[in-house]
């Protein structure tokens, strides 16, 4: 038995009426008040019947209720205005200061045991159980669980707009310098995020406004800041790269990053970072004020193109310096336009409309991912092996909220579903 348990019993009254306190009174919650997670009573401005006296203050929970004792409540002058002291074991009488007994409610009478037992399940599932409701999602009706969709797509929206706020901090407020850190971040991958994001910031967006208009020079510049022209090279368009940078570099006194930091083992080919660095440098050649062109367009096909951008004719052939392979177009797929836009451009545009108090900003994001189609990651995964099937990015978003914040926590009596499943009698 835990002290969190009989707290979320009481808070969501799963008890069996009638209930009455361990001298027989009768017990009636109007309300049984607010959660309390700092120091104080456990419930704050509870309503409750007691042998027909209407009384109204703190409800405090112990699992003994000797434990108010050990405590020290009594000499707390915040515990002053206790009305009921719900306990799973009545030991003892407790008294106020001025000698009356605080009327005490003895739980473990009241508490059906398959409460106990479904709460036990979900806080200590099997080793192999990543999702602790995974044995009895089944038993959830579609329509609940999809109730909850669009406050956690919204939950996780807020957790990423704050983290774009931050990132707005460390750009001073440039909205445009901001989008360009984020949209790198994503351009990388999982794998190369970190890399990728250091690049744009060894990378002034004032140097790249100067040679936007040469896709050429503004390719060069990326590569030669990614430290990847630091080695010998023998093709013509790298070794021209490799003039164009060493220029740019001797004029703006550019310090690049280094080049052992870009990893290629175990991604495939069309990944690549150098393929990568050519479709972000076309982006970024085309696309000047990139934050302001994607705020004005709320077209999904549009902001897709925006980001499906082709590798220079070089990479037409090669996917490492001085390696020709077989020829292909190199144009970023759909699904990484679409990842880029969920996880940069979305947060992004919500933390705007938030900043400046601007609704439609907020809703026009809400509606982007759930013009998207869903994830496929390793999260979505776990969710889908459970017939959990999303149908857009927002509902798929909204999955990996719930698994981050609440499965993978044991957060469960925080969920909506575990509440649902704390009342059911197991099968």
Not at 326 to 349: C, E, F, H, M, Q
Request: net charge neutral; charged share 20%.
């Amino acid at each position: 038995m835990t002290e969190a348990f009989l707290q979320y019993v009481w808070q969501h009254q799963l008890l069996e009426k009638p209930l009455a306190t361990v001298d027989g009174l009768s017990v009636v919650v109007e309300r049984p008040g607010m959660l309390n997670k700092d120091a104080g009573p456990d419930f704050f401005d509870a309503r409750i019947l007691i042998d027909g006296i209407r009384w109204a203050g703190n409800v405090e929970v112990h699992i003994n209720a000797s434990d108010w004792k050990q405590h020290r409540h009594s000499a707390d002058p915040n515990y002053g205005n206790v009305i009921l002291h719900a306990v799973y074991c009545p030991d003892t009488d407790i008294f106020r200061g001025d000698g009356h007994v605080i009327p005490m409610i003895d739980l473990s009478k009241h508490i059906p045991s398959s409460v106990w037992d479904n709460y036990e399940s979900l806080m200590h599932p099997a080793a192999d159980v990543d999702i602790p409701c995974a044995p009895r999602i089944g038993e959830i009706p579609d329509f609940l669980f999809q109730a909850g969709q669009e406050r956690l797509a919204a939950e996780r929206l807020e957790r990423k707009s704050a983290d774009a706020r931050q990132l707005l901090e460390a750009c001073k407020g440039s909205w445009e310098q901001a989008c360009y850190w984020l949209v790198a971040r994503y351009f990388g991958g999982k794998t190369n995020a970190f890399p990728f994001e250091l690049l744009a910031k060894k990378t002034p967006l004032t140097l790249l406004a100067k040679i936007k208009d040469n896709p050429m020079r503004v390719e060069s510049l990326f590569f030669g800041q990614a430290g990847l022209l630091e080695q010998p090279l023998s093709d013509g368009y790298p070794l021209a790269m490799q003039r164009e940078y060493n220029y740019l570099r001797a004029s703006y006194n550019l310090n690049p990053m280094a080049g052992h930091l870009w990893k290629f083992f175990k991604l495939y080919p069309a990944s690549f970072p150098t393929l990568r660095i050519s479709q972000f440098a076309s982006l970024m050649s085309r696309s000047g004020d990139l934050f302001s062109r994607l705020l004005e367009t709320n077209d999904i096909k549009t902001l897709r193109g925006f980001f499906r951008t082709t590798a220079s004719d070089y990479w037409t052939t090669h996917y490492l310096f001085d390696e020709e392979g077989t020829r292909r177009v190199k144009t970023l797929g759909v699904s990484v336009a679409d990842r880029i836009l969920i996880n940069a451009w979305v947060p992004l545009l919500f933390a705007y409309g938030a900043f400046h108090d601007m609704q439609q900003y907020k809703d026009q994001a809400i509606a982007l991912l759930q013009q998207l189609p869903p994830e496929r990651n390793s999260i979505v995964g776990k969710w889908t092996a459970l017939d959990v099937k999303p149908a857009n990015a927002a509902q798929s978003q909204a999955l990996i909220q719930r698994y981050n914040e609440y499965c993978s926590r044991h957060r469960c009596t925080d969920c909506s579903l575990a509440f649902r499943l704390l009342k059911m009698p197991r099968p």
